[in-house]
Nanobody, 123 residues
Framework: QVQLVESGGGLVQAGGSLRLSCAVA????????MGWFRQAPGKQREFVAA????????STADSVKGRFTISRDNAKNTVYLQMNSLKPEDTAAYYC????????????????WGQGTQVTVSS
């Protein structure tokens, strides 16, 4: 099993920044990709960003491109999501996910999920 624990969410004003962290533990052998998704009330889970664990290649949703950056620290087994220039529409629960293989932007192709951390952006 793989355990994912998110942290770093909170309440921030529009234009502010937050950094989310996702600590990865357990049987991580075979995990190749990590992703961040978000889900606002009444909406479907939405892809935000993903990173290839070994090579560091990334993919970012158009809605956050230029504002959000995904990165990882292999030594700490941690994935980060740096969120800048936050907007009220970024308000959602943010989830970290781990994948052996599959399409980076498809939530159903991820194998493990964290519990989520709430991000609220006030206008």
């Amino acid at each position: 099993q793989v355990q994912l624990v998110e942290s770093g969410g909170g309440l921030v004003q529009a234009g502010g920044s937050l950094r989310l962290s996702c600590a990865v533990a357990g049987r991580t052998f075979g995990i190749n990709n990590m992703g961040w998704f978000r889900q606002a009330p009444g909406k479907q889970r939405e892809f935000v960003a993903a990173i290839i664990w070994s090579g560091g290649g990334t993919s970012t949703a158009d809605s956050v491109k230029g504002r959000f950056t995904i990165s990882r620290d292999n030594a700490k087994n941690t994935v980060y999501l740096q969120m800048n220039s936050l907007k009220p529409e970024d308000t959602a629960a943010y989830y970290c996910a781990a994948q052996r293989r599959g399409a980076l932007g498809w939530a159903r192709e991820y194998d493990y999920w964290g519990q989520g951390t709430q991000v609220t952006v006030s206008s």
